[in-house]
């Protein structure tokens, strides 16, 4: 999932790369991979095919429930949401809320938003390392441990699954690998094609961010993600789901259930000559 208002857990999960659907499927009866050399090998088609991603833009429909402490819901809010990538960065364009337009004042809020992130997409911080400084997944893996890897069946096609646990006595590197010390999960890898296919993680102890004075996410928290084919040639998310507890500043109390639903992928291009009315071009079927 992606586009989170949870920042640091959305971080996490905008690492799962696309991958270039495979034309062959493997052998039933061929030894399980290394894991760590798998997942070696889905970062590096990430990167390979970050070009064709860019092509792609696509309708991500988000739904927020704040859910008061009977597990009640207190309140719902819809975002619909324009996704597309610039450079490898993910950006989503609010087109509707709470399924109206936005008014003027929000349309020009967003246009401004959105262009400074393509802007600084394109224009990226010299001073930073070329890769952006961002943990790839195998990277997380490091602080982890793998078990029980196994071979299933995911959606009709052969996939290679395993748990991991975040290993407590790890030494973290920034916040991604801080984090990682405190999920635990399942992956499932589509064999053939090397794409995150499915993850369902969740929080076995709580996340402390600012040693609990900015935040404190709750044990328990989870999320569940997926991904498909399209058009044959790159697999993009098709939704998720959620249920985050957290303490702000060690005051507020919220606990939100987050679900989104990503559909309508078009290749695109962006128009970003125009500074402030920057915009996704879809383009037409031949």
Do not use: C
């Not at 739904?63 to 597990?71: E, F, K, L, P, V």
């Amino acid at each position: 999932m992606h586009d989170f208002r949870i920042f640091p857990l959305a971080a996490f999960f905008l690492l799962l790369p696309p991958i270039s659907p495979a034309q062959t499927q493997p052998a039933a009866n061929q030894p399980l991979p290394d894991i760590p050399q798998l997942m070696r090998e889905v970062d590096e088609h990430q990167k390979q095919l970050d070009k064709i991603r860019e092509n792609y833009t696509y309708t991500s429909l988000q739904t927020t429930q704040d859910i008061d402490a009977g597990g009640q819901v207190k309140k719902t809010e819809t975002r619909e949401l324009e996704t597309f990538f610039v450079h490898g960065r993910q950006i989503g364009r609010m087109v509707k809320k709470d399924g109206k337009p936005l008014t003027d004042e929000e349309e020009q809020k967003e246009t401004e938003r959105v262009t400074k992130w393509v802007k600084k997409a394109e224009n990226p911080d010299p001073e930073k390392p070329k890769d952006g400084g961002e943990m790839t997944v195998s990277k997380i893996l490091e602080v982890m441990d793998v078990r029980n890897p196994r071979r299933e069946i995911y959606r009709g096609r052969p996939a290679i699954a395993f748990d991991f646990a975040g290993r407590k006595s790890a030494k973290a590197h920034g916040m991604a690998e801080d984090i990682s010390k405190k999920l635990e999960g399942t992956l499932w890898i589509d064999e053939a094609d090397r794409v995150v296919a499915h993850l369902d993680v969740k929080f076995d102890d709580n996340f402390r961010v600012g040693g609990g004075l900015v935040a404190n996410i709750e044990k328990g928290s989870n999320l569940h993600f997926d991904q498909a084919p399209v058009n044959g040639e790159i697999w993009l998310p098709t939704g998720g789901e959620g249920t985050f507890a957290l303490r702000l500043f060690m005051v507020k109390g919220i606990r939100q259930h987050i679900t989104e639903r990503d559909y309508d992928y078009k290749r695109f291009h962006v128009d970003s000559a125009q500074g402030k009315d920057t915009k996704v071009v879809a383009e037409q079927k031949q």
